[in-house]
């Protein structure tokens, strides 16, 4: 039997991981938090960001591409509005993963994985907001530099042009005056 190209699965192949994944993340959305096995909790948390980060993008192409992976209409509403709402100024760290002993009749590792929907801390928002307007003043100051640098070669070429055909009359015009005075 071939081995699996990206890593183990969760108990069967891929196509039954991708359902087993898309009916966790339909859960969560419409439970905000659901308890799992540790193991379920860490595969389904990039695939459950990835959809919420196509929620905020809020488009209809995007709408399309997550009603392919979670059939009910329901849910996938209910991600655009509230939670991409939500999740407005979070750059990332949609969900959290807190895990809690283990059960009861297998001993499986449990955990609870929920949906971070309160808003961003002031502190968090102000170094959010810090950093874009820092990002867009060197990205400011970026784009006149190299304009002025632009402008300063364009002018250094302008006068080096300028300067070279008078610095070629003076010589020509230096030759000349010799071969004049040499006719006399």
């Known amino acids: 039997m071939p081995t699996p190209a990206k890593g183990p699965r969760l108990g069967g192949g891929a196509a039954h991981e991708r359902l087993m994944l898309a009916n966790l993340s339909a859960a969560l959305f419409e439970h905000k938090r659901i308890t799992t096995t540790v193991t379920k909790a860490k595969r389904l948390k990039p695939y459950a960001e990835r959809l919420v980060t196509f929620a905020k993008r809020g488009d209809l192409s995007s709408r399309r591409r997550v009603l392919g992976l979670i059939s009910n209409k329901g849910i996938v509403h209910e991600l655009f509005t509230d939670i991409a709402q ?68 364009e002018t250094a070429e302008a006068a080096e042009t300028e300067a070279a055909p008078a610095a070629e009359t003076e010589a020509a015009a230096t030759e000349e005056a010799p071969a004049a005075e040499e006719t006399k």
């Not at 939500?86 to 609870?112: F, L, W």
């Not at 874009?132 to 632009?150: F, I, Q, T």
Request: no cysteine.
């Open 86 to 153: 939500a999740v407005e100024n979070r750059d990332g760290g949609y969900t959290r993963i807190t895990k809690i002993g283990n059960r009861k009749g297998d001993n499986a590792p449990m955990a609870v994985i929920e949906l971070v929907l309160e808003p961003v801390s002031p502190k968090q928002a102000v170094v959010a907001e810090a950093t874009n307007a820092a990002r867009k003043d060197a990205e400011k100051a970026a784009a006149p530099a190299a304009e002025e640098e632009v402008v300063e070669t």
